[in-house]
């Protein structure tokens, strides 16, 4: 009999409560909303755990809405990329409510998503901060070279003008695509483009 999500979720914590790790947990640097419960076990351990899952949807949307570090980061490794769109992306999305979440659901799951250009120029999602940064991050990743797509999101630099993690992800972004210098002209004159201005300069 297929154990219940409550008994999965169950045996999951049991794993991360013999992997606790106060030393990681005191080091650990995150921006944003923290979590209600942190174990402070270490990222590549929680991608074994979900190597060892494997790929259950179900599973990855019980997990998402836990608030436990873990079981978060955990349910964006085993969710099933293939059955997600426009209308089921978005409780993903407000998942990303901090910039560890972000930077890993931008590797796990939106840089394998094939609506990532339709997101990357949905201004009401490049407002949200994190949100923005892990969509730049995964352009960066699969090297999203369209460039109305490019030039659209990087309106993303405008909402948030003075963020130093939205700069980050545009410069890894824009480092990957050729000519990348002749954008940097069309950016307007805020703390966060003159930061990517500054990181490309010498690139």
Known sequence: ?????EQQTRRLLYHLRKQMNGDALDRMLCYGEPYAR???????????LAREVGCNHSLAEHLREQNVRELRIIAVWIADVEVLDSATIAPWLNAI??????????HALLSRYEGLAQL???????REPFVAYALLLAASRCAVSDMEVV????????????????????????????????????LSDTPTARLVREEMSWR
Do not use: F, K
């Open 97 to 106: 409510t901090n910039s560890e979440l972000a930077e890993q659901t931008a």
């Open 151 to 186: 030039q659209h999101a990087l309106a993303a630099l405008d909402y948030h003008p003075n963020n130093a993690l939205v700069a980050r992800a545009a410069v890894a972004w824009l480092s990957v695509l050729d000519n990348p210098h002749a954008l940097l002209e069309q």
């Open 38 to 48: 942190n174990y402070g076990v270490q990222i590549y351990a929680l991608r074994d």
């Open 1 to 5: 009999m297929t154990a219940s999500l």
């Open 120 to 126: 990357l120029c949905d201004d009401t999602v490049l």
